[in-house]
């Protein structure tokens, strides 16, 4: 049980990828192929996002520190933090959550830096797929890939 | 509480996925693909990613979603100048066989599905990615930062500065690739619109 609910997560990004790969492969139209991947590259942000979360954790903005900026920040430590530096207790499990009521457990932020990186790479790949759908039409006058296909063909 | 959100969420998702698998009018694929994107903003939102939310729902939903209808506004099935258009010009045809696509998609489901027995569980604060690298760098972000107290926006704009200007190059490549792309050659300009009507321009 604790199995299902564990993955379920994964699995229903798995199941959103593979809709998207299905559109690439069995479409012949080539803006749905674009639609298709456009679906595929958003489930993708979603699997890594999902592996960001930790249980109880929040956002990681952290909340103001109150002993100035040469101080640091006492109570905003990911959870993961404060046992960052005994790695040892992590990996023997020994990692108990809500312990310390006053610390904040935040999700991890690096999925996050990634994501917003991809996100942008993936609009200007889109953006020039679409443009060259627009030549492809302008030249052959269709955007099924069979078409096409077709009149090189013969050509 | 927080299931009675995510899962209507989850299932709304897969089921917009699955319409736009279906659905052959291009138009109304164009906006269920942004119903997709707002649908997984949503859920990053409740993934503790609200940087990423804002950015899916304004790239992924917003900009993706316009471009998609401006393309589709120039590549109507019949030509432009004969007589006005109608859903039919958007409707792809009928693909042939979906038997051999659905064969090699369940298969290569089944893999991934079989490769995430061996993944961390969903919020595992023990799971490698919490681990590694030093997870103390979230407290340390906020004096490195003078106190800018959102780790997401310290890491891409500082730590990992050199990959978002990478980033920028990639869209300004992208940008005048487009514009090259879209360019019209004005020499042989009324020659090419004579002959893509006819298709054998190749």
Request: aromatic share 8%; with cysteine; net charge negative.
């Amino acid at each position: 049980m604790t199995e299902i609910l564990g993955l379920y997560n994964y699995w229903i990004v798995i199941f959103l990828m593979m809709t998207g790969f299905y559109i690439v492969i069995a479409r012949e139209n080539l803006i749905k192929t674009i639609i298709g991947l456009n679906i595929f590259q958003t489930s993708v942000f979603l699997l890594y996002i999902t592996m960001g979360k930790v249980t109880h954790g929040t956002a990681p903005i952290l909340k103001a520190s109150h002993g100035g900026e040469s101080h640091g920040v006492e109570h905003g430590v990911e959870h993961g933090a404060e046992h960052g530096h005994e790695l040892h207790a992590a990996a023997e499990g020994h990692v108990d959550l809500g312990v310390d009521a006053v610390k904040e457990v935040y999700s991890n932020p690096i999925p996050s830096v990634l994501m917003l990186t991809a996100i942008v790479v993936g609009i200007a790949t889109t953006a020039l797929a679409l443009a060259l759908v627009v030549r492809i039409r302008e030249e052959y006058g269709t955007i099924e890939e069979d078409e096409i296909l077709e009149m090189d063909r013969n050509s | 509480m927080m299931d009675f959100i995510v899962i209507p969420i989850l299932a709304l998702l897969a089921a917009t996925a699955v319409t736009v698998a279906r659905i052959r009018n291009l138009w109304a694929a164009v906006m269920f693909t942004g119903i997709y994107s707002f649908l997984s903003a949503s859920w990053m939102l409740i993934l503790d990613a609200p940087d990423v939310a804002f950015t899916e729902a304004a790239v992924g939903a917003g900009i993706t979603t316009i471009l998609m209808l401006a393309t589709l506004s120039l590549t109507p099935r019949r030509q432009r100048k004969s007589g006005r258009l109608s859903s039919e010009d958007f409707e792809e045809r009928p693909s042939k066989s979906p038997l051999l696509p659905l064969l090699i998609v369940t298969i290569t489901g089944c893999a991934l599905v079989y490769g995430t027995f061996d993944m961390p569980h969903f919020g595992d604060p023990n799971a490698p990615i919490q681990v590694y690298p030093n997870p103390s760098f979230v407290e340390k972000s906020q004096p490195d930062m003078h106190g800018l107290p959102n780790v997401v926006t310290a890491v891409l704009a500082s730590y990992r500065g050199y990959d978002t200007l990478g980033e920028t190059a990639v869209i300004f490549t992208a940008g005048i690739a487009v514009l090259l792309i879209l360019r019209k050659n004005t020499d042989d300009q009324s020659s090419s619109e004579s002959q893509s009507v006819t298709g054998e321009n190749a």
